[in-house]
């Protein structure tokens, strides 16, 4: 009696797992790409910044929301520094610390901006009514002071010193950190301007610049999940760590 052979099942190959390296790019990628989850703010903080808020009734939502966005921002920004920190150190260490602290740094300015929207919104639900108009005020003024210091002046500095780093290292084509090297002096040009009263704080200069550097994070973190770190020396003996 003949019997039947069963041919073996074919199975789809496996893919090869990430070595240290590359999940070093992606997570980093991942990282600045989640630093955009805060752009709804500009909008869910709007109300807050009336100057009857703390005296009206209505959800506070948007607020609360837009607080915990730009807690995820402030987390994820001092992500990509401490990831890329092994990686960029190898080039320059002085640099690469430069860079985790310049985000340190504007994590917490932007923590200390969040807590005083949320104090506003604190005294609302408390119902300190007429009486904490004043309050409500100096609390949105030490946010736009906050948010000019930790997203006007720091990104900036964010923007060259991981430039430099990614320009000579090779690590990434070289076009990319371009545009964080224009758009970081027009940025800090237009909040100084805003600083000494020379413009209004929408100005054109910070709108450029916002932009270039903005477009310069977003280029670099698809850049890094979807192709990872161009070949470079200084990564020469890490691939297989």
């Known amino acids: ?29 991942v990282f600045y790409l989640i630093s955009f989850v805060s752009i709804p703010t500009l909008i869910l903080y709007g109300p807050v910044k009336e100057a009857g ?22 987390l994820a920004g ?5 990831v890329l920190y092994k990686v960029l150190k190898r080039q320059n260490q002085a640099a690469a610390l430069g860079f ?20 506003v919104v604190a005294l609302r639900q408390a119902g300190v009514g007429a009486d904490g108009l004043v309050t409500g005020q100096a609390l949105v003024g030490m946010y736009d002071s906050l948010f000019l210091l930790g997203q006007g002046l720091i990104p900036p500095l964010n923007a060259l010193l991981l430039g430099f780093l990614l320009y000579r290292s090779g690590l990434v084509p070289k076009i990319l950190p371009l545009a964080g090297f224009i758009g970081a002096p027009l940025l800090v040009a237009g909040h ?50």
């Open 1 to 29: 009696m003949a019997t039947t052979v069963t041919p073996p099942r074919a199975t789809a190959p496996k893919r090869a797992p990430m070595d240290s390296l590359r999940k070093t790019a992606f997570w980093a990628g």
């Open 53 to 74: 808020y703390i005296a009206g009734d209505g959800p506070d939502t948007g607020a609360l929301i837009g607080g915990v966005l730009e807690l995820i921002v402030g």
């Open 78 to 82: 001092i992500g990509t520094a401490v």
């Open 100 to 119: 985790v602290g310049s985000r340190v740094l504007e994590g917490t300015l932007l923590f200390a901006g969040v807590a005083s929207i949320l104090t």
């Open 192 to 241: 100084i301007g805003t600083m000494f009263g020379v413009w209004e704080r929408v100005n054109v200069l910070a709108g450029i610049g916002v932009l270039l550097i903005a477009g310069w994070e977003f280029s670099l973190g698809v850049y890094l999940v979807v192709k990872g770190f161009k070949p470079s020396p200084i990564t020469a003996d890490m691939a297989d760590s």
